[in-house]
């Protein structure tokens, strides 16, 4: 289970960051990025250990790697007291181009 447990599917995801052909990780924050590379290496750690045949074992160690996350969030949402889901996406945080800025320094 992916997506740090949201309840979101990646479209879903995908929609509430606003996004539509761009690719979502890299519109993660860097604590919705690390919460899933939590996910995603403590269910390779359990696959290890598990061994897993078969898809419903696959799916199981993946669902328990996603908890591990899942728990990290909520501590952490509850020291902030508010969610670290957030529909920030990388062009909330890009400097307007410099053709852009140089039309604005000229009227200035």
Do not use: C, H, W
């Not at 919705?32 to 269910?43: F, H, Q, V, Y």
């Not at 669902?63 to 501590?75: I, T, W």
């Amino acid at each position: 289970m992916s997506l740090i447990q949201s309840s979101f599917t990646t479209q879903q995801y995908k929609r509430y960051k606003g996004l539509r052909k761009e690719n979502l990780r890299d519109n993660m924050t860097n604590v919705e990025i690390a919460l899933n590379t939590l996910a995603e290496a403590s269910a390779a750690e359990l696959s290890k250990q598990r061994d897993p045949r078969g898809y419903r074992a696959q799916k199981r160690v993946a669902k328990d790697g996603g908890s591990v996350a899942m728990a990290a969030r909520k501590q952490l949402e509850g020291k902030l007291g508010r969610s670290v889901i957030s529909s920030d996406k990388a062009s909330d945080y890009l400097l307007p181009n410099s053709d852009e800025q140089a039309e604005t320094n000229d009227e200035a």
